[in-house]
């Protein structure tokens, strides 16, 4: 069975940090580009950040750059999403996305069911 499972959100406060995870099954995740979408209540699904599959590049949004890194460890076929110095802005549900062609690309073949990460005070 193909799945693709997000873990780690949960309740912050702003300053905190959490790790999310996203673990395939049914499929390798070293083949695929990795991305983190997050939404909130009243605004479009945003891309926050990507690691390309060759690992060569990552890319992160203005509003996350120098919080969140993104890495993975393909043994265990698993990408990691460390976010650091919360905001209340961060506030969202977040999605991570297998992309078998590129980061950011319009195709995406398997999508997280989505992690609720809430920051307040």
Do not use: H
Not at 25 to 49: C, M, N, V
Not at 54 to 78: E, L
């Amino acid at each position: 069975q193909v799945q693709l499972v997000e873990s780690g959100g949960g309740l912050v406060q702003p300053g905190g940090s959490l790790r999310l995870s996203c673990a395939a099954s049914g499929f390798t995740l070293g083949d695929y580009a990795i991305a983190w979408f997050r939404q909130a209540p009243g605004k479009e699904r945003e891309g926050i950040s990507c690691i390309s599959k060759s690992d060569r590049n990552t890319y992160y949004a203005n509003s996350v750059k120098g919080r969140f890194t993104i890495s993975r460890d393909n043994a265990k076929n698993t990408v990691y999403l460390q976010m650091n110095s919360l905001k209340p802005e961060d506030t969202a549900v977040y999605y991570c996305a297998a992309q078998s062609t590129y980061c950011y690309s319009t195709k995406v073949d398997y999508w997280g069911q989505g992690t609720q990460v809430t920051v307040s005070s």
